[in-house]
């Protein structure tokens, strides 16, 4: 009997070991596979616009040499954000809610992005008029 009660604790103990390793095996698979740290993470809302590179957009000629170049001096694609740089550092990333496949980056700004405002960019004028005007969840990281 004793020996049985021995294996028993043995079994028990063996088995709550596996448990405690494969937790912390599944914790630290998932925080190193997450795409931002939760500590670092700042969600907040924000008011989001849409924008693209034509002249009713920015104001700038396909002519001009500054034509679908942000403030960071990159062309804009999908993925480019205009910010308020005192909310958002140029060259942020961002994760936005209803987008889960892509990550932002701030790399533009715009006269009437203000405070807690968005504007992303699309890649055609249509695009970013269908967009319209949202509240939408932006988490920096």
Do not use: Q
């Not at 715009?110 to 695009?127: L, M, Q, R, T, V």
């Amino acid at each position: 009997m004793n020996i049985s009660l021995n294996k028993r604790v043995i079994s028990l103990f063996t088995l709550k070991s596996a448990i405690f390793i494969f937790v912390i095996v599944i914790g630290i698979s998932i925080s190193m596979l997450s795409p931002f740290s939760v500590a670092n993470l700042k969600a907040e809302v924000f008011k989001a616009t849409a924008y693209c590179s034509c002249e009713k957009c920015c104001n700038k000629n396909p002519s001009d040499k500054r034509y679908g170049i942000t403030a960071t001096g990159k062309v804009a694609k999908w993925g480019t954000v205009a910010v308020d740089r005192r909310i958002i550092k140029l060259g942020s990333k961002l994760k936005i809610a209803g987008f889960p496949k892509t990550t932002f980056r701030a790399e533009d700004v715009g006269s009437a992005i203000k405070g807690n405002h968005i504007d992303i960019w699309f890649p055609s004028h249509e695009e970013a008029l269908e967009f319209g005007v949202k509240k939408m969840v932006v988490y920096n990281y």
